[in-house]
């Protein structure tokens, strides 16, 4: 046992031996193919398309996270399939322009943390892009792709009638109130009453206060009642996502160093059939 352990251990060292003296008689290939491969690494990261990345923070109290992954789905499979005029005629891009796109995702804002009720409506746009020159337009696209769903746009009205018959009917109580008010003033309502009524003139302030700052909730709750709303817009970085100059470095030397490796083995090959060519003895011996 210890025996077949020594050789084991012999064959190693011979194995590591003939490595190295393989590395040193071909270390002037290896380094040329490496800095070459390096060179190549460099050159790719230095002249391939720049691509950015931007995000866009949404709100909307319409839109579910599922709905609108499976909206934006779309939008990213004709990216894929590079249906550049379907994908321009829906986010409002020429055809050439949507050619920059390489990606668009949605997702909600706090997907990995617990969200409360009133934080499911925050959703983050990412684009991936090769010209930021079309943010603007593109971020205007995308909203208005959002706001012209059938299902959105109905959802849209529906909200608005509800805000809309709500203020009418706090307006025509704050007026009746505001009539009701003016015959306290008068004294015809006490004169009518003929003193039989025990009433505080001060609750009907109170009251048309309390209606007034309903109705300004609810008007501005009209304001808003759009599908989407922009929160912050896509901002320009002057950072590129891809390439990355440390990967496109380490893929080109290791491109190098594995021609080279081909290169070594072909040389070694070649070396073994020349050899079993010239003494043939030894082959037939084998």
Request: glycine share 4%; net charge neutral; charged share 25%.
């Amino acid at each position: 046992m210890e025996k077949q352990t020594g050789n084991d251990e012999i064959d190693l060292v011979e194995l590591l031996v003939k490595a190295v003296l393989l590395i040193k008689r071909n270390l002037v290939q290896i380094i040329i193919f490496f800095v070459v491969g390096t060179g190549l690494g460099y050159a790719y990261a230095s002249l391939a398309p720049k691509v950015y990345e931007s995000k866009m923070l949404i709100s909307s109290e319409i839109l579910t996270e599922s709905y609108s992954e499976k909206i934006f789905e779309t939008l990213q499979n004709l990216v894929k399939e590079q249906n550049y005029e379907d994908l321009s005629s829906k986010i409002g891009l020429t055809v050439d322009e949507s050619k920059s796109v390489s990606k668009i995702k949605i997702e909600s804002a706090l997907k990995d943390k617990p969200q409360k009720e009133e934080e499911k409506r925050f959703f983050l746009i990412t684009v991936e892009l090769t010209d930021q020159s079309i943010q603007p337009k593109l971020q205007n696209g995308l909203i208005q792709f959002l706001q012209q769903i059938d299902f959105v746009k109905v959802r849209v009205e529906q909200r608005k009638k509800y805000y809309s018959d709500l203020i009418k009917q706090i307006d025509t109580e704050i007026q009746s109130l505001e009539e009701f008010k003016s015959k306290i003033y008068d004294g015809n309502f006490f004169q009518n009453s003929k003193g039989n009524v025990m009433f505080d003139p001060t609750t009907v302030n109170s009251k048309i206060v309390e209606l007034t700052k309903e109705r300004i909730n609810y008007q501005n709750a009209l304001e808003t009642a759009n599908s989407v709303q922009v929160v912050e817009g896509f901002t320009q970085f002057d950072k590129p996502i891809w390439p990355k100059k440390s990967v496109s470095l380490a893929a080109g030397a290791s491109l190098g160093l594995f021609l080279v490796g081909i290169m070594i083995a072909f040389k070694s090959i070649r070396k073994l059939v020349r050899f079993a060519e010239e003494h043939p003895s030894q082959k037939a011996k084998s």
